[in-house]
């Protein structure tokens, strides 16, 4: 089975400033692991995604991730929000050879001024 | 350019009412879903379908059926609605299971009294 931790459910940030939000996975198999936007009353959105390759993976936006396998992480990072990336941003595994996606609960992110 | 869309956006429903929920995909995906979102909890997966006929059950089946009569429309039925079952329902749709992304739709909000 796989599940997702996402470790911090919310998260405040100024205008400008970097912004870091932690994904951890567990699952017994090789994974693929994405990160999607949810703007209010809006559906999913994907940012960006790891299949393969090199473990740093650029989105959409200005965002970037690392996979880690030795930590099964997958950290979502920024280096510097705007107010349009308040959100809620959701973390999510699968299996090459799987039948879903698994969610973590979700970071809500809120830029201020 | 819809994309998937989802009927209705908002129900209020009576305890012990029956309703049904409509997606819709203009992508010729063949894979659909249908999630529960609950505070906390990220997106939870109710069932999903990988063709035309095809239906499977997810992570929180019970309470809910639904059929795939048409490629393009994946229905999402509650036969006996419950208090438990008032949450935010996305549909999303992909080419393929695994590595691709998902595409959502905006969501229907339903309350259950």
């Known amino acids: 089975a796989q599940s997702v931790t996402q470790l911090d459910s919310q998260v405040p940030v100024f205008e400008e400033a970097p912004v870091e939000l932690r994904c951890n996975y567990s699952s017994s198999v090789s994974v693929y692991l994405f990160w999607y936007v949810q703007y209010p009353n809006q559906g999913l959105q994907l940012l960006l995604k790891?299949?393969?390759?090199?473990?740093l993976v650029k989105g959409i936006n200005g965002f970037e991730a690392e996979f880690n396998k030795s930590q099964t992480s997958f950290h979502l990072r920024k280096p510097s929000v705007h107010i349009s990336d308040t959100a809620e941003y959701f973390c999510a595994v699968s299996s090459p050879a799987g039948n879903k996606l698994t969610f973590g609960g979700g970071t809500r992110v809120l830029v201020k001024p | 350019n819809a994309g998937v869309t989802q009927t209705p956006k908002f129900r209020v429903l009576k305890t012990g009412q029956s309703m049904t929920l409509l997606c819709a995909q203009d992508m010729n995906h063949e894979y659909m879903y249908w999630y529960r979102q609950d505070p906390g909890m990220g997106l939870r997966l109710i069932h999903y379908?990988?063709?035309?006929?095809?239906?499977a059950k997810g992570e929180v089946p019970d309470g809910y059926n639904v059929s795939r009569l048409k490629k393009q429309n994946f229905l999402l039925g509650l036969e006996s609605a419950a208090p438990s079952q008032t949450s935010v329902y996305f549909c999303a749709s992909s080419e393929a299971w695994a590595g691709q992304p998902q595409h959502f739709g905006d969501g229907t909000r339903l309350s259950i009294l």
């Open positions: 790891y299949l393969s390759g090199s473990t």
């Open positions: 379908s990988v063709g035309e006929g095809t239906t």
